[in-house]
């Protein structure tokens, strides 16, 4: 397979490159984002682009792809709700228009979040704002869109959260995680089980649309 990530350079994306480069399906990873990820492997190919609302300059290096993995996005705390949708609901789209025109046989995968609100109209901007985008996204021709949607999340192998109030919270509740993860098993994932469930959901498809973490761990086991 040959994967497009977005987003590589955060807690999810930065575990989603780690299963694609160890992955024996995958021939080839194309990371997209504003700043390189320090990362070099034979397999690993960086488009850096500036715009993440315009691709037109560099649909020629957009194509050729199986799958897409869109785990790019921000903490809503001391955002506005036009910035937050700026970031989560318009770039996401921006890069899902441009990618169905181009690979429509693709699989795409929108890293959401547990209580994104599909109604579109409940008191909780950033649950609104991931619903929307999550129907957005679903309703686009690709070969197969799926949401993920991911609660607490462990990140492992020196993985660190980008949002400094993240880190805070990994620093204090690290070393419980594991024992919180053993106890409630389909609550808390790691950064490990949701890239291996997303290169399972690409080669395989799922049964449902918008997956919980208790359907990501089941597919975290798929060959």
């Not at 990873?29 to 034979?42: E, F, K, N």
């Not at 441009?98 to 609100?117: C, E, H, K, W």
Request: glycine fraction near 8%.
């Amino acid at each position: 397979m040959n994967i497009l990530l977005f987003g590589a350079t955060g807690m999810v994306g930065q575990g989603a490159l780690r299963e694609c480069l160890l992955g024996p399906d995958v021939q080839r990873v194309q990371t997209v984002g504003r700043s390189p990820t320090g990362t070099q492997h034979p397999k690993l190919i960086e488009l850096v682009h500036r715009d993440l609302l315009d691709y037109s300059s560099v649909e020629s290096q957009l194509t050729g792809f199986d799958a897409c993995f869109f785990c790019l996005g921000v903490s809503s705390s001391g955002m506005n709700e036009a910035d937050y949708t700026r970031i989560t609901h318009d770039i996401a789209i921006a890069a899902a228009q441009t990618l169905v025109r181009l690979n429509p046989q693709m699989t795409f995968i929108f890293v959401s979040g547990a209580g994104a609100d599909s109604t579109e109209h409940g008191r909780v901007m950033w649950a609104r704002i991931k619903g929307k985008t999550e129907n957005a996204l679903r309703r686009l021709p690709f070969k197969a869109a799926y949401v993920f949607r991911p609660g607490i999340i462990q990140p492992l192998r020196g993985i660190q959260s980008k949002t400094a109030g993240y880190r805070v919270f990994y620093a204090i509740a690290g070393p419980l995680l594991p024992v919180a993860r053993r106890l409630f098993p389909n609550y808390i994932l790691t950064t490990e089980q949701i890239g291996r469930a997303m290169l399972a959901t690409a080669k395989h498809g799922a049964s449902e649309r918008v997956l919980d973490a208790r359907a990501i761990r089941a597919l975290s086991f798929s060959p």
